[in-house]
């Protein structure tokens, strides 16, 4: 992660813009095959959208909408409810473990889920 930012602190304007194509490129590849699309929204937030989280029905979408205020992440919205949200917008603040946090919320969205069907 370190070593991204220097090397696009390195590069101009030009290479830095292709660079992030080719990232976003990536990531969207590895989102198909992990069932997870990330979407800024207009309004600056990130959208979560979570697929394949049961074989019976890999179709079935989960969304969570996050972003930061004055440097904190907030909850805007979870569908389906998280009951202990809270508690995992709490350590994403305390760790800024970003994708430890994605883990977590796809875990619990799975077991979710399971228990509808």
């Given amino acids: 992660n370190e070593r991204l930012r220097h090397e696009m602190a390195q590069m101009?304007?030009?290479?830095a813009d292709r660079k992030i194509k080719e990232l976003e490129h990536?990531?969207?590849?590895?989102g198909n095959?992990?069932?997870?699309?990330?979407i800024r929204s207009?309004?600056?937030?990130?959208?979560l959208t979570f697929s394949n989280l049961d074989r019976v029905n890999p179709d079935k979408l989960c969304t969570l909408e996050?972003?930061?205020v004055n440097r904190v992440w907030e909850l805007v919205h979870s569908n389906?409810?998280?009951?202990?949200?809270?508690?995992l917008m709490?350590?994403?603040?305390?760790?800024?473990?970003?994708?430890?946090?994605?883990?977590?919320?796809r875990r619990?969205?799975?077991?979710?889920?399971k228990q509808e069907a």
């Fill in 66 to 68: 996050i972003k930061v």
């Fill in 80 to 87: 389906p409810t998280i009951v202990n949200m809270d508690e």
């Fill in 33 to 38: 095959i992990l069932g997870l699309d990330i």
């Fill in 108 to 113: 619990i969205f799975a077991k979710l889920v």
């Fill in 26 to 30: 990536q990531l969207g590849k590895l």
């Fill in 42 to 47: 207009t309004h600056g937030s990130l959208i």
């Fill in 12 to 15: 101009s304007g030009c290479e």
């Fill in 90 to 105: 709490r350590t994403l603040n305390e760790t800024n473990n970003l994708s430890g946090f994605v883990s977590s919320v």
